[in-house]
């Protein structure tokens, strides 16, 4: 169990019921898991051609930077995921890095992990650089969760690291409820923005954390306050040990309609569900 102090600090202190803590606290159910929920339930393990790169889905590939997290979040696809193994860390980047050099169809880059905001900027600098010379890579997206529980991390050198890139850029930060986002996260999401960077959320829809319309459009509007647009709403990932936070099709359908009739077009996520092997994310109805 993993979760900064900032983050506990925005938990309804004595609610053991709190969609914060509800995210982070381990469950007793986590031990009984259904066959169906799988180590790898996304196949990221067979679509990765290189240690520490995933290559899924046309255009885009994925790079697994760290195994470190700011915060271990129980429903996490990944939580089974053989970072010592498949991450791109220390001299591997040489490898993933060649791989891209050699397929001119990738025109974007994203930053993943664990989390990649984890790494010291001077590492982070030393993997663009190797990058900057590939011409066909366009755009450099960050997938990070860090500005939401961790903010003080977004530091003057970080945005300066940023700023540079020479990419189209963006970064997908990860909420899922409302009150994960306060002044202070805002502040540095802004300064995100002010580095360049589109902003864009992803959440996952998860059993007594968001799964009901009116959470989901407060923190719809919250992230707009922030100059954040939602992306993805992931319906879980059946991975083992997460069978807890699994919410009924029918809530699903309902909550999404619901969604639909309460927010203009721009601040619905589009809720999709992983399936291996496919060539993207299949979205839900
Ligand atoms: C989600 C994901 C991406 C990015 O997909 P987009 O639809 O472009 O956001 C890329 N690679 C992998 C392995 C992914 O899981
Ligand atoms: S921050 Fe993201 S990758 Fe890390 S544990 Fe949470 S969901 Fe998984």
């Given at each position: 169990m993993l979760v900064p102090q900032r983050f506990a600090q925005r938990m309804r202190h004595g609610d053991p019921d709190d969609p914060l803590l509800r995210q982070v606290m381990p469950d007793a159910a986590e031990n009984n898991s259904p066959p169906e929920f799988l180590k790898d339930p996304v196949g990221d393990?067979?679509?990765?051609?290189?240690?520490?790169?995933?290559?899924?889905?046309?255009?885009?590939?994925?790079?697994?930077?760290?195994?470190?997290?700011?915060?271990?979040?129980?429903?996490?696809?990944?939580?089974?995921?053989?970072?010592?193994?498949?991450?791109?860390?220390?001299?591997?980047?040489?490898?993933?890095?060649?791989?891209?050099?050699?397929?001119?169809?990738?025109?974007?880059?994203?930053?993943?992990?664990?989390?990649p905001l984890l790494l010291a900027t001077r590492r982070l600098s030393r993997l663009t650089r190797q990058l900057e010379p590939i011409?066909?890579?366009?755009?450099?997206?960050?997938?990070?969760?860090?500005?939401?529980?961790?903010?003080?991390?977004?530091?003057?050198n970080l945005l300066s690291w940023l700023r540079e890139l020479p990419w189209r850029k963006l970064i997908v930060v990860h909420a899922n409820h409302e009150r994960e986002l306060d002044e202070r996260v805002g502040g540095r999401l802004a300064a995100l923005r002010d580095s360049g960077a589109i902003l864009l959320n992803q959440s996952v829809l998860l059993r007594g954390v968001n799964d009901n319309a009116d959470t989901l459009i407060r923190l719809s509007e919250r992230l707009f306050d922030y100059g954040v647009l939602p992306y993805y709403l992931h319906l879980l990932d059946p991975v083992e040990g997460a069978a807890h936070f699994t919410v009924a099709n029918e809530n699903i359908r309902n909550i999404i309609h619901e969604l639909r009739v309460q927010l203009p077009g721009y601040l619905i996520p589009r809720p999709v569900r992983e399936k291996a092997g496919a060539a993207y994310k299949i979205p839900l109805i």
């Open positions: 393990l067979p679509a990765s051609p290189q240690p520490g790169l995933v290559h899924k889905y046309q255009g885009r590939v994925l790079l697994v930077t760290t195994g470190a997290c700011a915060v271990h979040c129980r429903y996490c696809f990944r939580r089974h995921f053989p970072y010592a193994d498949e991450n791109a860390g220390r001299d591997r980047w040489r490898n993933a890095i060649a791989y891209i050099r050699r397929q001119p169809g990738i025109r974007e880059v994203i930053l993943s992990g664990g989390d011409a066909h890579v366009r755009t450099l997206r960050i997938h990070t969760r860090v500005p939401i529980v961790l903010e003080s991390r977004i530091n003057r």
